[in-house]
């Protein structure tokens, strides 16, 4: 596994990594404010198909717009993040397809300590479930992202308009 855009401090022990956000970091592309970021921190490796990526995601989310969970990325125009984001004080199960622009959903979540995340890539679409327990999962997005035959996966975290934060993924893992 590789980093683009390498976090000021993380560690691996096991299936556990544990990873401090730089500073004003993110992936977004010009919707709303018309800016583009590519600076928050994507640790992954290349998976050729359809694929089932799956990692439980906790974190000390402060900021606004703190955000980790996981990324399928082809490049910087097209990518998919989705795990949990601070939005309005509350913890959100977040995804945002770009395809050139970026777009936003989020779903309030009740203060979870950590997540599961379970993203299936099958052709050209992404499916994103989570869970509370890791028995329940629930669907929060059925997305159109791209056909290239090889993509990007793995964790990824951001902190957009705070000073940074820590979080952790536990047992990272994809089946093909």
Not at 86 to 110: F, I, K
Not at 129 to 134: F, V
């Amino acid at each position: 596994m590789e980093w683009l855009n390498e976090p000021p401090a993380w560690q691996q022990n096991g299936d556990v990594l544990t990873v401090t956000a730089g500073p004003r970091t993110d992936f977004w592309r010009k919707t709303h404010d018309g800016g583009v970021r590519d600076s928050g921190h994507f640790y992954h490796r290349t998976i050729n198909g359809d694929f089932t990526a799956e990692v439980k995601v906790s974190g000390a989310y402060g900021a606004l717009y703190d955000q980790a969970g996981l990324m399928i990325r082809l490049n910087e125009q097209t990518w998919l993040k989705c795990g949990i984001e601070y939005l309005d004080g509350v913890q959100q199960a977040s995804v945002v397809v770009t395809r050139d622009c970026s777009d936003w959903s989020v779903l309030p979540l009740p203060d979870p300590p950590a997540i599961w995340l379970r993203v299936a890539r099958h052709g050209a679409t992404v499916e994103v479930r989570y869970s509370l327990d890791d028995a329940t999962y629930t669907l929060i997005r059925q997305a159109y992202l791209t056909d290239a035959p090889a993509l990007q996966v793995g964790p990824m975290l951001a902190a957009p308009s705070g000073e940074g934060f820590q979080a952790t993924f536990e047992g990272f893992k994809v089946a093909g």
